[in-house]
């Protein structure tokens, strides 16, 4: 393991986060509130570690995949810590233990909370809280490849951070990764602008419009508001929403071909073509139950208000417009079903993923097909109009498999250390294992994570950032053969 490089890179992270918090100091110092001194303080204190790392250890040498996975993984890690100290110093958020898990929740676009009263928090802090979304929904490192030298391994660290599911469809940008990241990061943040624009023209001002965007595109959940997006209570909030959690959970080399004028991926994306299915058949049996329930007796509230939680929870976002725990049970259990499922791989979304389950439908339909129907033929599974290798078939099954075991595992565990009721326990794991946020039982649509013993906060902490690289490159640290020559 090259340590020399990884600490120029740990340094180089240190940087980027300490020159990040120039945004929310501005804002402390525009709004003259308590946390100016605190968000000061902890950018000079990153930026007098992470200068010397990045200057001491600038000779580096090419990242090789073993110290990418280990940069990935503990990168994280060290930029949820670093941009936990504004709130201890301040004291808003006393406990280090809480502060590192609403920095995981925001980095890792979760959305999980312990603060019980959000509107409590000074404005620099809110708008801290809420950037974390902005720079965990790109995924963090790779703003940070783009300040790497060319040629160091950056497209090691991204492969690392990235979901399998990019494996599976092989969507490129550009060659160079430098390229890439820009592009990418144009991209999300020109959707970033649109949609605070449009929100800005409805009932929210630049505050609210910029945090709850930064919530959106990045399909994250925060919001600086007690009752989420139902405070604003308005319909065209809620549809600019749901446009822009669609357009998050997209996978982004199709707007990147989109913009060279290419519009041929509408018709090849077999992955798109499953997203659009999933999210219109989802939103219509939960609109059409919330109608015949007698829930929202208009047709258009139902449909409004079941659209919205569906793609909130398909998309991992986390947002809420209303307690869905007092919705009818079918409602519910075909809310809980979307949280399996996840958007498309190349998002901003995490879970489990569409591509993995076109792989695996697809498989179970050969399988059959050549088990009864066809013993002698040859049966080729096929992806956006190619064949799809075996290896990568067993990759989707294999990842499916993986965030089952970790959730039947993990909600035993917690409900061990914390003596929760089963949904609770298991909610959780999937609130954070999936990166969804809210859940069901004490942390539905009302609840929060502030009751949970610490021990249960790191470990759901771990599965935030277990979820949020895809569940491999987190996984593989645990292997003692990882760190053998």
């Excluded at 409004?304 to 929870?313: A, N």
């Excluded at 489990?352 to 695996?360: D, R």
């Excluded at 929060?448 to 610490?454: C, D, E, I, L, V």
Aim: with cysteine; hydrophobic share 50%; glycine share 8%.
């Amino acid at each position: 393991m090259n340590y020399q490089t990884i600490s120029n890179v740990f340094g180089a992270l240190l940087i980027v986060t300490g020159c990040s918090m120039v945004l929310p100091i501005g804002c402390a110092f525009l709004y003259g509130e308590s946390d100016l001194q605190p968000l000061i303080m902890t950018s000079v204190l990153l930026l007098a570690v992470g200068l010397p790392l990045k200057i001491r250890f600038r000779h580096q040498d090419e990242l090789g995949f073993r110290e990418g996975i280990f940069i990935a993984t503990m990168g994280w890690t060290l930029i949820s810590a670093a941009s936990a100290l504004p709130f201890v110093i301040h004291g808003s958020i006393p406990s280090f233990t809480d502060a590192f898990f609403e920095m995981m929740s925001g980095y890792t676009t979760t959305g999980a909370t312990i603060l019980p009263d959000i509107e409590a928090l000074p404005h620099g802090l809110l708008f801290w809280r809420s950037q974390t979304h902005l720079l965990g929904g790109m995924g963090f490192l790779t703003l940070t490849i783009i300040f790497l030298p060319h040629g160091m391994g950056g497209l090691r660290i991204f492969r690392a951070e990235s979901s399998p599911g990019q494996v599976i469809t092989k969507e490129k940008f550009v060659a160079r990764n430098k390229d890439a990241m820009i592009w990418l990061w144009v991209i999300y943040l020109g959707l970033n602008i649109i949609q605070t624009i449009l929100l800005c023209l409805g009932p929210m001002d630049l505050f609210d419009a910029l945090t709850t965007a930064f919530g959106t595109v990045s399909t994250s959940g925060y919001s600086v508001r007690n009752a989420g997006i139902a405070h604003y209570n308005s319909s065209y909030v809620d549809w600019v929403i749901i446009l822009f959690m669609f357009l998050g959970g997209m996978t982004f080399v199709l707007f990147f071909r989109s913009l060279k004028g290419d519009l041929s991926w509408m018709k090849s994306n077999t992955e798109f073509h499953w997203y659009i299915g999933i999210t219109v058949t989802f939103s219509l049996l939960v609109s059409f139950a919330l109608w015949t329930q007698g829930n929202y007796p208009n047709i258009l509230d139902a449909l409004r208000f079941g659209t919205f939680q569906v793609i909130s929870l398909l998309t991992t976002t986390g947002f809420t417009t209303a307690d869905y725990m007092l919705w009818p049970h079918v409602a519910i259990t075909l809310l809980y079903m979307v949280c399996f499922v996840g958007a498309c791989a190349g998002s901003t979304t995490s879970g489990i993923k569409t591509v993995h389950y076109v792989l695996i439908g697809k498989y179970l339909g050969a399988a059959i097909k050549k088990i009864y129907i066809q013993p002698m033929s040859v049966i080729s599974i096929r992806l956006n109009g190619r064949p799809v290798e075996r290896i990568i078939v067993d990759l989707a099954i294999c990842y499916f498999l993986a965030n089952m075991i970790l959730i039947f595992v993990g909600s035993c565990l917690v409900s061990y250390i914390d003596n929760l009721d089963y949904v609770t326990s298991i909610s959780a794991i999937i609130s954070t294992l999936m990166n969804i946020g809210p859940a069901f039982g004490d942390i539905g649509s009302s609840g929060n994570f502030a009751s949970f013993s610490s021990s249960s906060k790191w470990f759901l902490s771990w599965n935030m950032l277990v979820g949020r690289l895809e569940m491999f490159s987190a996984l593989a640290l645990l292997f003692p053969a990882f760190w053998k020559k």
